[in-house]
């Protein structure tokens, strides 16, 4: 019983991170058809804005994460302006925009690396402390990361099915000519959609960086698992990504406890190549006919 809980601890905590980061991506591939190279990068710069808000600045740190949240939004603001809109409805846009996005990616970490240094930090939003299930010792801070993780992802399970942005959204999302003529203001839907999923994104790598440390490069790997996870739920469904996210949690969780730590992402990659065999179009996804 100790071990299952373990596991169950573990792998809620990491699929909470891993949905965090993964909404987004699928949010931005759901609606813009797009995949952002530089998502790892929204992390990173989320982590860090919400590090010198509380270092520098000096704000309480509770104000920690809503600054990661709003850093993120704003550099998938400004991504937006400055690049993706220029690109929209090129030919080859789904090719040209990685490279785009990767060379982004790039130069911010390049930023990040220059303002704050290759050594690590670490992220002042912590909480010490831990309690009991058993003989399972469960820390504070994995409790906080499961309980913002499911409140920011049900924040956005409403915003997309219950209001007016949500609906532009999904129309957008559905069918962009449709969309259009219904009057969808369609440049600033994905405005807006960049803005939620770098918000998303940033609040992602604050918690991240809670349990590990801050460095240039600490969104690399949480992208690389984020792709793994829309691929495995079927690019660009978001609902179906955060439940393959918990799934996905809970089997590395798994495999690292029976099998070691160096296993849980090897095991992952496997996954995804088993499934792209298998179901090309994800676990959620659905295969598209065209008529001719």
Not at 76 to 92: E, R
Not at 104 to 126: H, N, R
Not at 249 to 262: I, K, S
Request: charged fraction near 10%.
């Amino acid at each position: 019983m100790d071990v299952l809980i373990q596991i169950l601890v573990t792998g809620a905590t990491l699929g909470a991170m891993y949905a965090l980061a993964s909404v987004g991506l699928a949010l931005i591939w759901g609606t813009l058809g797009m995949f952002n190279m530089a998502h790892g990068l929204f992390m990173t710069i989320g982590a860090y804005g919400s590090y010198s808000i509380v270092i520098h600045l000096g704000l309480p740190i509770y104000i920690g994460l809503p600054a990661g949240f709003v850093a993120g939004a704003l550099t998938g603001c400004l991504m937006h302006v400055l690049i993706v809109k220029f690109m929209l409805g090129t030919k080859n846009f789904g090719t040209n925009i990685m490279v785009a996005t990767a060379g982004v990616g790039i130069i911010l970490e390049d930023l990040v690396l220059k303002g704050y240094g290759a050594y690590p930090f670490t992220q002042p939003m912590s909480v010490l402390g831990s309690f009991k299930v058993g003989n399972v010792v469960i820390s504070y801070q994995a409790v906080i990361i499961v309980a913002v993780a499911a409140a920011l992802i049900g924040a956005t399970a409403v915003l997309l099915l219950k209001t007016r942005l949500g609906r532009a959204i999904r129309a957008t999302a559905m069918n962009l000519d449709a969309a259009k003529l219904m009057g969808v203001r369609t440049e600033r839907t994905y405005l807006q959609v960049l803005a939620i999923a770098g918000g998303l994104a940033g609040a992602a790598g604050v918690l991240i960086s809670s349990l590990s440390t801050l460095s240039p490069q600490m969104g690399g790997d949480p992208m690389l698992k984020a792709f793994v996870i829309c691929v495995v739920a079927g690019l660009g469904h978001v609902g179906g990504t955060g439940l393959a996210a918990v799934a996905l949690g809970l089997l590395e969780a798994a495999v690292q406890y029976f099998l070691g730590v160096r296993f849980g992402f090897p095991v992952m990659l496997v996954l995804v190549i088993l499934f792209l065999i298998w179901r090309p179009n994800g676990l959620f996804g659905k295969k598209v006919v065209v008529r001719l």
